[in-house]
């Protein structure tokens, strides 16, 4: 159906299509202020990524939002490739949830693509009133037209995670997408693959729980261990997976493939990798298929460090996996052809917390040698480790910013609140694997006019492999 339309609607038919879509030009990422002790707004950032440009690896153009403090993190679009058979669909609108005031910012990409401009904003009342529910996360659009967005939490900061329903030309709040009294008891990212019938969602921890990181609280159990799965046409959660060994699963991807019956999710405090996969019963279950040793330090808060996996892709012909280990430094490439058995092909260091000369020994490693040098570009000292990440339509680019949450960025990275964090580019070997940094790509948000700024997730006007899914 959709393939054979005169006039398309929004993204791509396939994601092998997708593949070949054009080269991206400009990158928008959210960038903020909160902790940093900078007075001023979270802004949009716009930036040149057209090797061709005079303006190339440079930020072009800020928005800045209306309030103070809302802690903007992930972002969506009005529309993707899910309504790409409705041609009265056009991708115009960036959709900007706020992770601590619940705010949604709704932004117009479409008039001038390199200056974007205020739409409309959402403000958190009418969300609480509708849904009673806070601190939004993830933004998918459906093929109804609709916005869904993850939450994390109700209005006073417990667990909750509820999706949030908007409209998707009028950006009204709709009400709630699960049945009423039907949230998880924790929320945090999701995917849905509707030819299973099938919606996933993970956890990370109650907002009044995050907002820094104490170790007593994962002893009482009040982070994340659980995916949930839902029916996605009667909107119920109709089983809870437990994780073995696998705290904090943030980042969920189903293969990219609609007919796939299975995914990987990244586990942050476990640092492993987990797939989840359909059986033939219908129903789901989870098997660890990477781990990543903790390391025995000295001169950190604990005596073992986790690599911390904050950020998962796979490329758009599911062939690669690509994770980020925020505390380690380094950035993995996994060749998922036998996607229970994953095969690491490519690893490049990024800073990070070990590296030589800084605060943390390495007194056993079961993977390196030794330290990792420090990360410096253009005569800039990387500050922080890799987190979000990004990848190119074609799979041969990576990009990648260095912020997680500005409160945890405080906490184990001080230097990069008083740095900023950069973004980077990887070249990356798509036959035989392999990633290595272009040395010519920096964007310095250390240098920003209102002072360091902490830039956090990545996405291209067209589309992306973390923003599209497929029907």
């Known amino acids: 159906m959709a393939t054979k339309c005169g ?26 202020y909160r902790n940093t002790g900078t007075e001023a707004p979270d802004y949009l950032a716009t930036v040149d990524v057209n090797p061709k440009s005079p303006q190339y690896s440079q930020v072009i153009h800020r928005l800045p939002m209306p309030n103070l403090k809302d802690e903007l993190h992930h972002s969506g679009w009005n529309t993707c490739s899910s309504c790409f058979g409705d041609s009265t669909k056009s991708r115009t609108k960036l959709v900007l949830p706020s992770l601590i005031s619940s705010r949604v910012y709704v932004v117009d990409v479409a008039t001038e693509p390199r200056a974007p401009k205020l739409h409309k904003v959402v403000e958190p009342k009418e969300i609480h009133a509708k849904c009673d ?3 939004l996360h993830t933004s998918h659009c459906l093929a109804s037209g609709e916005v869904m967005i993850s939450a994390l939490g109700d209005p006073k900061g417990n667990g909750k995670g509820g999706f949030v329903l908007l409209d998707g030309e009028t950006f009204e ?6 049945q009423p009294g039907g949230a998880a008891p924790m929320g945090y990212d999701f995917w ?5 019938n099938v919606m996933i969602s993970t956890e990370w921890a109650a907002p009044n729980v995050f907002d820094g990181f104490n170790p007593a609280d994962v002893e009482a159990g009040l982070y994340g261990q659980h995916l949930h799965v839902w029916d996605w046409q009667r909107h119920e959660k109709v089983q809870t997976l437990t994780l073995q060994d696998g705290l904090i699963p943030l980042e969920i991807r189903f293969l990219h493939n609609p007919a796939a019956d299975q995914g990987f999710v990244g586990c942050a405090l476990g640092s492993n990798i987990q797939r989840f996969y359909k059986n033939q019963g219908g129903t789901w279950s989870v098997e660890k298929v990477i781990q990543v040793p903790p390391k025995k330090v000295k001169g950190w808060i604990l005596p073992e460090m986790p690599s911390l996996i904050t950020d998962i892709l796979l ?10 280990n925020w505390l380690h430094g380094d950035l993995r490439q996994y060749d998922i052809s036998d996607p229970k058995r994953p095969r690491l092909v490519g690893q490049i260091f990024l800073g990070g917390s070990i590296v030589k000369g800084g605060p943390v020994q390495v007194l056993e490693d079961q993977e390196l040698k030794c330290q990792p040098e420090p990360l ?9 480790g890799p987190q979000m990440i990004q990848l190119s339509l074609d799979g041969t680019r990576l990009y990648v910013t260095t912020s997680l949450y500005s409160a945890w960025d405080k906490q184990f990275y001080p230097d990069l609140i008083r740095e900023g964090s950069v973004m980077l580019q990887i070249d990356v070997d798509t036959v035989r694997g392999g990633l290595k940094l272009n040395p010519n790509f920096l964007v310095d948000f250390g240098k920003e006019p209102l002072g360091p700024a902490l830039a956090h997730e990545l996405r291209y006007p067209g589309g992306d492999c973390s923003s599209d899914i497929w029907l």
């Open 7 to 32: 006039k398309c609607g929004p993204g791509y038919p396939s994601p092998l299509e997708a593949m070949k879509g054009p080269r991206e030009e400009l990158v928008y990422l959210p960038c903020i």
């Open 133 to 135: 529910l806070s601190y």
């Open 173 to 178: 709040v709709k009400g709630t997408w699960e």
């Open 192 to 196: 849905y693959q509707p030819r299973h």
């Open 315 to 324: 490329s758009l012909d599911d062939r690669f996996l690509y994770f980020s």
């Open 376 to 384: 410096v570009v253009k005569g800039k000292r990387v500050a922080g």
